[in-house]
């Protein structure tokens, strides 16, 4: 039973590119939620959602960032033009529902340049 | 401030015991939880609490939990150099999403 998976695991943009960053949930969990961890930090909330909706997005910057989950296919953060201050770690976590546990995925380490 | 907030760093002797102590703010938390980070790695649930409890035990680890003063404590009986990691304490806030405080790095020494 695969747990939550994260790709890539390391991802290089320089300043003003795009970055996707991709997460599968574990087997039949359909609450996604990302994280961001930057450097000696501990991990700050982004964004909640389930399948095809967005329910809790108070942590996501305004502009720039989106995320969404399709009914088919992997959670996707996407970070437009992006800038230095975007480096970090971008953990995903999934649970089956809302008040369960949250397993967390390896995390997409973003190095801006 | 951090809401949550936890000391940076703990280093102790291989067999000795370790707390790790954090202070939150909601009180209206309905759980509280323990994660353990290697380095380069992603989160590794340790242990829980639920806020209607004063403490859990699970094997070498022992949660206590004080409500009033909202104060958390994890402790690691018998710490082996593999315990080395960051320790993150973290709330949950309206079920849906968990509030991180800034870690606790613990250095075990042999």
């Known amino acids: 039973n695969a747990g939550v998976m994260q790709n890539p695991r390391h991802l290089v943009r320089r300043r003003g590119q795009e970055a996707r960053l991709r997460c599968s949930p574990m087997?039949?969990?359909?609450?996604v939620y990302w994280y961001r961890q930057l450097p000696e930090e501990g991990l700050k909330f982004m964004v909640y959602?389930?399948?095809?909706?967005?329910?809790?997005e108070s942590g996501m910057p305004k502009e720039r960032f989106s995320a969404e989950f399709p009914k088919e296919g992997p959670s996707i953060l996407r970070i437009q033009q992006v800038v230095r201050g975007d480096s970090a770690a971008y953990f995903c976590?999934?649970?089956?529902?809302?008040?369960?546990?949250?397993?967390f995925g390896p995390g997409t380490r973003l190095t801006v340049l | 401030g951090e809401d949550v907030e936890q000391s940076l760093f703990l280093s102790v002797r291989e067999g000795d015991s370790s707390v790790i102590n954090c202070t939150y703010t909601?009180?209206?938390?309905?759980?509280l939880y323990w994660y353990k980070q290697e380095p380069g790695a992603g989160l590794q649930l340790l242990t829980y609490?639920?806020?209607?409890?004063d403490m859990k035990q699970d094997q070498r680890l022992t949660v206590l939990l004080n409500k009033k003063d909202k104060h958390l404590s994890l402790r690691i009986a018998d710490t082996q150099t593999g315990d080395s990691a960051i320790y993150f304490c973290?709330?949950?806030?309206?079920?849906?999403?968990?509030?991180f405080g800034a870690g606790t790095i613990l250095r075990v020494k042999s």
């Open positions: 976590a999934s649970s089956g529902g809302q008040d369960n546990e949250q397993f």
């Open positions: 087997k039949g969990h359909s609450h």
């Open positions: 959602l389930q399948k095809e909706n967005i329910i809790d």
């Open positions: 909601d009180s209206s938390s309905t759980y």
């Open positions: 609490i639920f806020s209607n409890m």
């Open positions: 973290a709330e949950s806030r309206g079920g849906n999403k968990l509030v």
